[in-house]
C-alpha cells in the first residue's frame, strides 16, 4: 500500500480515497494457520501479500484544483475536515487509518459527523494543535470555541458523546491487539497520523521506518 503511495505521489497524483474497499488482493489462494489466541481455532491468510489499488476516479493531479471535500468520512484527514487545503498527505493519514483498521478490525473513526469525527481524533491522538484551529475555515468556525473543539458542549446527542469515550488511545488500541512488543508500530502509526500535514511521514519516509527495515516478525 505504501509502495503504491510511492509510485502515485512520485506521478505528482494524489489519490484523495485510499480505503480497504479500493485496495484489492491481486490473488484470492490462502492458507491455513493457527490462531494464537485461540488454539482450537485457524486463520485463513492471504498466500500473496501483492495487492492491487483500484477507484481513480478522484485521483488529482497535484497541481490541478482541489475539491474542499475529499475521501471517504473514516478516512478524512483533519485538514480536509478543518477545510485548510490537501494534498499528498492526506494519502497518508488514510493509510494510517487503515493500517489500525487491519490491525484491530474495527474502522477506527466510526462516526458521520465533523464534531464528532475531530472529538474522536482528539480521543485517540491528543488534542488538536491550537493553530490548525485558528487557521479553520468559516464553515467549521461552529465546531471550535475559545481556541478549542467545542466539545462535548457542541455533541448532537449523549450516544454521541458516549462513542468518543469509548475510544481507547492509540497506543492501548493497539496494544490490544499485538501479541508481544508493539513500539515500532505504534510509532510508525503516531507518524503516519500526525496532524499537521507538514510533519506526517512521507510515502517513502514511512518505507524507511523500522517498523519495515526491522527483522522482527510480527503477527497482527
Not at 35 to 57: N, Q, T
Not at 77 to 100: Q, T
Request: aromatic share 8%; hydrophobic share 40%; proline share 5%.
Amino acid at each position: 500500500m505504501i509502495k503504491v503511495a510511492i509510485v502515485m505521489h512520485d506521478l505528482h497524483l494524489i489519490h484523495t480515497d485510499l480505503k480497504p474497499e479500493n485496495i484489492l488482493l491481486v490473488s484470492s489462494e490462502y492458507i491455513k494457520v493457527p490462531d494464537y489466541k485461540d488454539v482450537s481455532c485457524s486463520k485463513k491468510l492471504p498466500k500473496s501479500s501483492a495487492i492491487k489499488l483500484i477507484d481513480f476516479g478522484s485521483t488529482t493531479y497535484d497541481h490541478q484544483d482541489h475539491s474542499y471535500i475529499v475521501s471517504t468520512r473514516h478516512y478524512r484527514a483533519p485538514e480536509v475536515i478543518l477545510g485548510l487545503g490537501w494534498s499528498y498527505p492526506c494519502d497518508i493519514w488514510s493509510v494510517g487509518c487503515i493500517l489500525v483498521e487491519l490491525c484491530s478490525g474495527e474502522t477506527l473513526f466510526q462516526t458521520h459527523e465533523n464534531l464528532e469525527h475531530l472529538a474522536m481524533m482528539e480521543r485517540v491522538l491528543g488534542p488538536l494543535p491550537q493553530r490548525m484551529l485558528k487557521r479553520a475555515d468559516r464553515h467549521v468556525e461552529k465546531y471550535i470555541r475559545r481556541g478549542r473543539l467545542n466539545w462535548p458542549e457542541g455533541a448532537i446527542s449523549r450516544d454521541s458523546i458516549k462513542a468518543v469515550l469509548r475510544l481507547p488511545r492509540l497506543q492501548n488500541l493497539v496494544m490490544q491487539q499485538v501479541d508481544h512488543s508493539a513500539g515500532d508500530f505504534i510509532d510508525l502509526l503516531q507518524s503516519l497520523l500526525r496532524y499537521e500535514p507538514s510533519a506526517r511521514l512521507t510515502a517513502r519516509e514511512a518505507l524507511r521506518h523500522p517498523f519495515f527495515t526491522s527483522n522482527r516478525h510480527w503477527r497482527l
